[in-house]
C-alpha cells in the first residue's frame, strides 16, 4: 500500500477525532501519523477484545494509575472506532528515544508494574470446590508428567545403542525429576496453605509484559502500552513469562533477576501463598518436557543434531530457573531467621 492509499484507508477513522493526516508510516498493526494536531499513534485491535480493554484502561485512571498512554477520545466521546470490521483507537506517538542501559530499564519497569498491581488490587471470594478440583487436576498432570519422564528413561536404558539425544537426556534426568518434585512440593504447600481460605487476592495484571511494552515520553517518564490482553488475574501472570524469558540464556547465575523481583516487592510484597506459586511454576520444567516429548512422538528419521541443541538449551533454562528459586528461597529464609531472632530478643 502507497502512502496516498494509506492515507485515504485511515482518513475515516480519523475524521471522528477531526484530525487531518499529513503523512503515515506504516508498523504493522501500528500506523504513525503526523496530523495538523501532531504526532500521533493509530493501533488496530480485534473488535472482540474492545470493549474490556477500554474498561480495564478506564478503571485504572480512576484508581490514579496513569503510566499507561492515553488514549484519546473521540469527538462523541467514544475511546476507540469500530471500522471496517476492525477496531482502532488513537494514542500519543511516544519518542521512546531515552538512553539508559537496559537494568535501569527493568527496575522502572518493575517499579510501576508494582503500582499497577497496587492500585487494582482487590480481595474476591473463592470456590472451594474450584479451587480442590484445580488442584486434583494439576497434581494428576504433574504424576503423568513423571510417569512419561520416568518411562522414556527406562526406554532409554534398556536399548544397547541410545541416539545422542537419549544419552543426553539420561544424563539430565535426575535434574529434571527433581525440579518437577520441587514444583509438586511447592504446589502442594500453597495447597494446604490456601484450601481454607475464602478470599484471594486479584490485580489488573498487563497481560503482554514486555520492555519493549514500555516506552518514555519526551520527560523520560516510561508508559505501558499494549494493554489489549489486560484483565484481572493473579500478579504471577505478569512476573512469570517475563521472568521466563529473562532465563532463557546460557547457564549463569542470574542475580540480576532476582534484583528485578525484589524490586517489584518493595513496592506490592507477595503473600506467603502468592510465593508458593510462584516458585512452584518458575521451577516447572515444562519447556525440556515438552521437547522430550516431541522427540518421543516424532516419526524416524530425526534430526538429532536439533534436537540435541533444543534440549541442551531447555536444561540451560532449567538450571537458571533452579538457580534462581533456590536463591529467593535462601533469602526468604534469611529473612524469616532475622525477623525470628528480632522478636525473640525483644522476648
Known sequence: MNDSNRLEAIAPILKNYLVEPYFVEDNGIVQKVYSNKGTFALKKIDPTIGTDFVRHVHLLYQKGFNRIVPIYPTMDGRYAVLYDNNLYYLMPWMPNDQKEDREHKNQQ????????????AKEITVNNEERTEHYEKTIQQLEKQQEFLDGFADECERKTYMSPFELLYC??????????????TKFEEWYESTKEAEKARMVITHGKLSSEHFLYDDRGYGFFINFENARYGSPIH??????????????KRNDTTIEWMYHYFKYFPFK???????YSYLALPIPIIKTTEKYYRKQSPKNELK?????QHRYWH????????MRM?????QQRQTKEGAQQQLD
Open 109 to 120: 519497569l518493575f517499579r510501576e508494574l508494582a503500582r499497577l498491581h497496587t492500585l487494582s
Open 171 to 184: 544424563l539430565y534426568y535426575n535434574e529434571i525429576s527433581q525440579a518437577l518434585k520441587f514444583s509438586k
Open 238 to 251: 505478569d512476573l512469570l513469562p517475563y521472568i521466563s524469558r529473562a532465563l532463557d540464556t546460557n547457564p
Open 272 to 278: 506467603e501463598d502468592e510465593k508458593l506459586l510462584f
Open 307 to 311: 534436537f540435541v541443541r533444543q534440549l
Open 318 to 325: 532449567l538450571k537458571n530457573s533452579e538457580y534462581t528459586v
Open 329 to 333: 528461597t535462601e533469602i526468604e529464609a
